[in-house]
């Protein structure tokens, strides 16, 4: 461990203890296990995806905060997101390809009862004998092997297919579940070590997307999002549309009464990136 990782660490942990006391919200992908023990000493929430976990994140899941206040949409943004999630496991697409995807990612949620009427994210309830209606939870989301039954019907979507085939009987397959968590601790640390250096972009957009839409949940509170490693999720993929999603974060979050801090060893690694996305 060379002296730049012993003082970026060093650093970081020291802002996660000044903003724990301050009671400011904090958010941190952690893909080298690094902040494990703050977490455990300042009673914050570890969440561990890997082989060995039983905490479940769904990528499908759409939640009442991921549309940005007063406006409408959640099925749309949703799959904006979507369609830079799966460019990290299909490859970069074609225009043609996008629309393919997009079409049956539609399919899926629209099997589940949800389309871009806003109002079928919205079920009733009984609570205390009033009927309600309430934003519907991950069970009532599609999941990866909904999607993978959907490109199973037709020629067309074969490879989409077969490269999912790791997520739903292979290796990765714990990435297909409902979401098993409820967050509600104002500090969370999201453990992606087990993912390995081939697989940890998935993990990192997952829980990246899973904190931006809590960091939206309320403005008036103070709130961080620490995102150790970035540039593996965004360097190493040049995925523009994860990309854009990160550089939103870093662009936006000032609004949110929130900060983001990108955290590396060699800053040329930010500096690779391709001039838009520098923050």
Same mark, same amino acid.
């Given at each position: 461990?060379?002296?730049? !990782?012993? @003082?970026?660490? %060093?650093?970081? +942990?020291l $802002? ?6 301050? &009671?400011?919200?904090?958010? #941190? ?34 939640r009442?905060?991921?549309?940005e ?9 949703k ?31 629209k !099997?589940? @009862?949800?389309t %871009?009427?806003? +109002?079928? $994210?919205?079920?009733e309830?009984?609570?205390? &004998?009033q009927?309600?209606? #309430? ?18 019907r ?27 968590v ?27 997307e ?14 961080a999002?620490? $995102? ?6 965004? &360097?190493?993929?040049?995925n ?6 990160i ?33």
């Open positions: 461990m060379g002296q730049a !990782e012993l @003082g970026k660490s %060093f650093y970081t +942990k $802002l996660i203890l000044r903003n724990r006391l301050l &009671g400011i919200e904090q958010y #941190i992908i952690d893909p080298e296990r690094e902040y494990i023990n703050i977490c455990e000493n300042l009673g914050g929430t570890l969440l561990k995806i890997g082989p060995t976990s039983n905490t479940y994140i769904n990528v499908f899941d759409i009442k905060e991921s549309v206040e007063a406006n409408q949409g959640y099925l749309a943004t799959i904006g997101k979507l369609i830079g999630f799966f460019n990290l496991i299909f490859g970069e697409m074609n225009e043609e390809e996008k629309a393919i995807l997009e079409e049956k990612l539609i399919e899926c949620y !099997e589940k @009862g949800i %871009f009427d806003d +109002k079928s $994210l919205f079920k309830k009984i609570i205390n &004998g009927r309600e209606a #309430i934003f519907k939870e991950s069970k009532d989301m599609p999941i990866l092997e909904d999607l993978y039954n959907v490109l199973g037709t020629e067309e979507t074969r490879l989409f297919k077969i490269k999912l085939i790791p997520f739903i009987k292979g290796s990765l397959k714990f990435l297909n579940n409902y979401t098993s409820e967050i509600n601790n104002k500090l969370i640390v999201a453990d992606i070590y087990e993912l390995g250096e081939e697989n940890i972009k998935y993990g990192m957009f997952i829980f990246i899973c904190f931006w839409d809590l960091i939206k949940a309320n403005r008036k509170s103070k709130k999002i620490y $995102l150790d490693e970035i540039w593996r999720l965004i &360097g190493v993929t040049s523009k549309y994860v990309a854009s999603f550089y939103k974060i870093f662009k936006t979050i000032r609004k949110y009464g929130g900060s983001a801090v990108a955290i590396t060893q060699d800053v040329s690694d930010l500096f690779s990136l391709e001039h838009r996305y520098l923050w």
